[in-house]
């Protein structure tokens, strides 16, 4: 069982950074895939960026460039340093994670475990 904590959102100006926290429980962190999913109202639930095992990462897209994930495993923290906000990133992010990521790591069903979601708010 694992359990997560985001934290870090807020509300900032477009241009801006912010850097959300997803603090994980259990004694084998560094054997799980972790993530970052946003949604915002209205809309799905959205892959944001990955960082498996190996700490290999992937990325959206929409966010290629501007969002670094990272991960400390002696901390049992994931990271999204997320610059150059932009409005449409409005959203709730959530933290997931998995221990055997059996398929894509970009698909929100394969995750086992979610954090609460921390709100990031950017205005124009």
């Known amino acids: 069982q694992v359990q997560l904590v985001e934290s870090g959102g807020g509300l900032v100006q477009a241009g801006d950074s912010l850097r959300l926290s997803c603090a994980a429980s259990?004694?084998?962190?560094?054997?799980?895939?972790m993530a970052w999913f946003r949604q915002a109202p209205g809309k799905e639930r959205e892959f944001v960026a990955a960082?498996?095992?190996?700490?290999?990462?992937y990325y959206a897209d929409s966010v290629k460039g501007r969002f670094t994930i990272s991960r400390d495993n002696a901390k049992n923290g994931v990271y999204l340093q997320m610059n150059s906000l932009k409005p449409e990133d409005t959203a709730v992010y959530y933290c997931?994670?998995?221990?055997?990521?059996?398929?894509?790591?970009?698909?929100?069903?394969?995750?086992?475990?979610w954090g609460q979601g921390t709100q990031v708010t950017v205005s124009s």
């Open positions: 960082i498996i095992w190996s700490g290999s990462t």
């Open positions: 259990g004694r084998t962190f560094s054997t799980y895939s």
């Open positions: 997931a994670a998995v221990l055997l990521l059996r398929s894509s790591y970009s698909d929100s069903r394969n995750y086992a475990y």
